[in-house]
């Protein structure tokens, strides 16, 4: 079996990708679960409800929410020149992101932050993020983009006809 | 080996068939059959073939028979459910010595290998001893000249303090100075003569190198029969070299006496791979003396263990199926180490309150013969408990998988928590090892791995540890050696049960 995140080939029955750590059992019993007809758990079932069934939301810290809108990835930081981020920081009364702060994407297995080299860095849940490492995001987890902090809220899990919906907008 | 009919009360007939509690009289029959074709003492020669040959007809004169088999079932709820009232060790049944998980119960049937993990939570058949048992602790002091720097024989004097004043008025110590030669300080001597000791210490002179097989052969002569725990620490800042196999031969002569072996490594040179090898034959464990604050935890932890100690050692016998592999073997708790996966392994001791941990990786052959949805052996074995006093308890052991197609289970958390950490200690010697090869890029990304995955944990202090390490690379291109220890004992110490990491994590804040 291949570990979504990094690619290394693991033996059947590995439990986590000894290259990376990705914990290659949840893809296993999602599998299962998907061939059962089942509705996958909620963990493994971001991935899959990206299509049009939800919308990523921001809530700022004066409970304020943005829904990101598109299928992403969204670019976090300031605007320069006529080039406009999906996420305006300064709009949203942030002064020290930075132009090309970070990047919020849909990957296989889940939504994914990574910080573009920013000046004044990127952070989750109060740990620091390095530069151009992605960072898998759950719903909840608190984030901050040098001085704009917000807490994410991923799309819950909607109908199972969503599986199908990813599989044909993938 | 004695068999001792309480172990065996602990592995019910349907274990020792391999079959569920619903098998169908016809699974009931096949199991048996393959089980003789396996057991028989015409066709397996190993010792305790016989005895549990006795053991498959046994089950099968029950199983087999539906009247009997109706009263046994009947007697297996009620001894579970008086287990469930009065407690473990309840007088009317015995409790299981043993609980095991597996990553999976049922495996598919596939073309090719497959990995498996096992996890045993174990109990010691014997309560502690109430009074402390009396110690004799040899302790084997680094005096090579090395010890010069970073304030390491400071600290080495320190521990030893510390170690004596948490020491029992009826231990015995005796002390062995080692560079390329070795010298006995002082023979096993009662604690009480406190004087003679800090004389001894004041006699360490720094000079040569270090040689460590001559100080366990020093120690191996000066050994004596006690009723007790014998322990042997090794207090060192260097690499042996040339010296190992024999170093090592004298290790497993010790393991089979029951004499359990630590190692506390200082500064940031010695020989951790080879110091854990040592230790691991004798069921003890090495670890990594930061400071004196460390120290003077792992010096009580250590005694207190050694003082309540419930069975002198816990030798365990893996015989796996032709084509299985024992690929590594961990004990996860009390001590983590990574055990040699020769049979009999040590396991070393256990104190009031804890269980042996022990996490197994092997490998599955081919499985696609195996007739689906029946039960599959994978290995058998036998713990063997050796107390203080009196004969041995050998606890035979078996383990079965289903096999056939059928959708995946999320394995038991146990298993996972214990494979994941292990997953991350590998990671850390991965980065450990790119990082001196040169590829510090590698060793950088690894470490930003690392830190997300314990961080998903929730273990922020050590996420952030982590993460500080590999950023330092970032900057530095480089990381001190002395961090580069207390990152790697670090990653082993989130090896430990929860309970026991948080209270050392705990303690070390205050």
């Known amino acids: 079996m291949e570990c979504p995140y990094c690619h290394h080939r693991e033996m059947p029955g590995a439990l986590f990708c000894r290259h990376c750590g990705y914990p290659l059992w949840e893809e296993e019993a999602q599998d299962a679960a998907r061939k059962a007809g089942a509705a996958a758990p909620a963990e493994g079932a971001r991935g ?39 996420v305006d920081a300064q709009a949203l009364g942030a002064q020290h992101v930075s132009r090309q702060h970070a990047r919020l994407e849909w990957r296989r297995n889940g939504l994914f932050l990574i910080d573009l080299g920013s000046t004044n860095g990127t952070w989750v849940n109060g740990a620091r993020l390095l530069p151009h490492e992605p960072q898998r995001l759950h719903s909840g987890d608190r984030v901050r983009w040098a001085d704009l902090e917000v807490q994410i809220f991923l799309p819950t899990p909607g109908p199972s006809s969503h599986v199908a919906q990813e599989e044909t907008s993938a | 080996m004695a068999s001792n009919a309480n172990p065996l009360e602990s592995v019910n007939y349907y274990e020792i068939l391999g079959v569920p509690r619903k098998a169908s009289p016809e699974e009931i029959r096949a199991a048996y059959r393959e089980a003789v074709r396996r057991w028989h003492p015409d066709i397996n020669p190993a010792p305790e073939a016989h005895e549990f040959f006795l053991l498959v007809r ?117 002390m062995v100075a080692f560079d390329d030669r070795a010298e ?129 050692q816990l030798a365990v016998h893996f015989r796996p199926t032709p084509g299985v592999k024992l690929h590594s073997l961990y004990r996860m708790g ?72 059928g959708p995946r289970r999320v394995p038991p958390k146990v298993v996972l928590q214990a494979v994941e950490r292990l997953t991350w200690y590998r990671l850390q010697m991965a980065s450990r090892n790119a990082w001196r090869d040169g590829r510090i890029d590698e060793a950088r990304e690894i470490l930003s791995r690392l830190a997300q995955g314990v961080a998903r944990q929730g273990l922020r202090q050590a996420a952030q540890d982590i993460r500080r390490q590999a950023m330092e690379l970032e900057k530095e291109k480089r990381l001190n050696p002395e961090a580069e220890k207390a990152l790697e004992f670090g990653t082993r110490m989130l090896m430990l049960p929860a309970n026991v990491y948080e209270s050392r994590q705990h303690r070390d804040e205050r």
């Open chain 2, 58 to 174: 046994q089950a099968y004169e029950v199983l087999s028979n539906p009247e009997k088999r109706k009263v046994y079932d009947q007697s297996l709820e009620q001894s579970r459910e008086t287990q469930e009232m009065r407690g473990v060790g309840g007088p009317a049944a015995p409790a299981p010595l043993t609980r095991v998980w597996v990553s999976y119960s049922l495996v598919p049937p596939l073309g090719e290998s497959q990995l498996w993990y096992a996890f045993w939570s174990i109990r010691a058949p014997w309560p502690a001893p109430p009074q402390p048992r009396p110690l004799d602790l040899w302790l084997l002091l680094d005096r090579s000249s090395s010890m010069r720097h970073q304030g390491k024989l400071a600290l080495l004097k320190e521990t030893v303090l510390e170690t004596l004043r948490h020491l029992q008025p009826t231990d015995r110590v005796g």
């Open chain 1, 48 to 86: 899959a409800s990206r299509g049009r069934g939800g919308r990523v939301r921001l809530r700022l810290q004066h409970g304020r929410e943005v829904a990101l809108q598109g299928p992403g990835p969204w670019l976090i930081g300031r605007p320069s020149g006529a080039s406009r981020p999906d």
């Open chain 2, 184 to 312: 006995i300080l002082l023979p096993l001597t009662p604690v009480q003569e406190r004087n003679v000791f800090l004389r001894a210490l004041g006699k360490i002179r720094l000079q040569g190198a270090t040689e460590m097989a001559h100080a366990l052969r020093t120690v191996d002569r000066a050994l004596e029969r006690h009723t007790g725990p014998t322990v042997v620490w090794i207090l060192t800042d260097g690499r042996t070299y040339g010296d190992e196999p024999a170093a090592l031969r004298i290790a497993r002569q010790w393991a089979r006496r029951g004499v359990i072996c630590d190692a506390f490594g200082l500064g940031d040179d010695w020989n951790e791979a080879f110091l854990d090898k040592l230790t691991g034959v004798t069921g003890g464990a090495t670890h990594y003396l930061e400071n004196l604050t460390a120290a003077r935890h792992l010096v009580q932890d250590y005694l207190r263990r050694y003082h309540h100690a419930r069975v002198r």
């Open chain 2, 334 to 405: 009390p001590e983590v180490a990574h055990l040699d996966t020769r049979s009999p392994v040590a396991m070393g001791t256990v104190g009031p309150n804890e269980r042996w941990l022990v996490l197994a990786e092997l490998e599955l052959p081919p499985l696609y013969k195996v007739r689906p949805h029946t039960s599959w052996r994978v290995l058998q074995g036998s713990m063997e408990f050796i107390p203080f006093r009196g004969t041995p308890l050998s606890h035979p052991f078996l383990l079965d998988v289903r096999v056939g197609e």
